[in-house]
C-alpha cells in the first residue's frame, strides 16, 4: 500500500550549513575496517513516547578526513518547521534532531558506530547513548 510508505529527505532533517556547500550525509560504511562493516541507523524508543527515535552518524564536508559525528532524531508530532511534515505543519509525526544538552555527542567527530543501550530493561531513564570512535 503506497500510503504506508514515507519518504523524507535526508536534506530536511540534517539541512547543509551555511559554512559548508557540501550537504550532509549518512555514515554507512565504516571503511577503517578490512572489508568495510555497515553502520546501521539504531532505533529506540530514547524519550518513551511509543514512537521509534533514531541515533545515526552524519557525515559533513568533502575528503577523506571530513567529520562523522552522531545526532539523535526524535519522533515527534507534527508541526511548522518539522522535517517530514508539510509545509503548513499537517501531517501525523516527523523528525526533529535533538538540540539541547548534546554538546558531548556533538563533539565527538570521528565517529564510527553508535548503539543505544537500556541499563534498567524498562526502556525507562537507563537509555544509554554509547558512541564507537576511532
Known amino acids: 500500500h503506497p500510503q504506508a510508505f514515507v519518504h ?26 578490512n572489508p568495510p562493516v555497515p553502520v546501521p541507523i539504531k532505533l529506540g524508543d530514547v524519550n518513551q513516547d511509543g514512537f521509534p527515535d533514531m541515533l545515526t552518524i552524519v557525515t559533513t564536508g568533502g575528503g577523506s578526513n571530513r ?25 501525523r509525526r516527523g523528525w ?10 556533538l563533539g565527538v567527530q ?14 525507562g531513564a537507563g537509555n544509554v547513548l554509547v558512541v564507537l570512535a576511532s
Not at 532533517?13 to 559554512?19: A, D, E, L, T, V
Open 8 to 33: 523524507i529527505p535526508l536534506s530536511d532533517i540534517f539541512p547543509p550549513s551555511q559554512s559548508s556547500p557540501i550537504a550532509p550525509g549518512l555514515l554507512v560504511m565504516d571503511t577503517t575496517q
Open 67 to 91: 567529520p562523522r559525528t552522531p545526532y539523535l532524531v526524535l519522533s515527534v508530532p507534527c508541526a511548522k518547521g518539522v522535517a517530514g511534515c508539510g509545509s503548513d505543519g499537517s501531517g
Open 96 to 105: 526533529q534532531v535533538v538540540k539541547k544538552d548534546v554538546d558531548p555527542l
Open 110 to 123: 570521528d565517529a564510527r558506530s553508535v548503539a543505544l543501550l537500556d541499563m534498567d530493561e524498562d526502556v
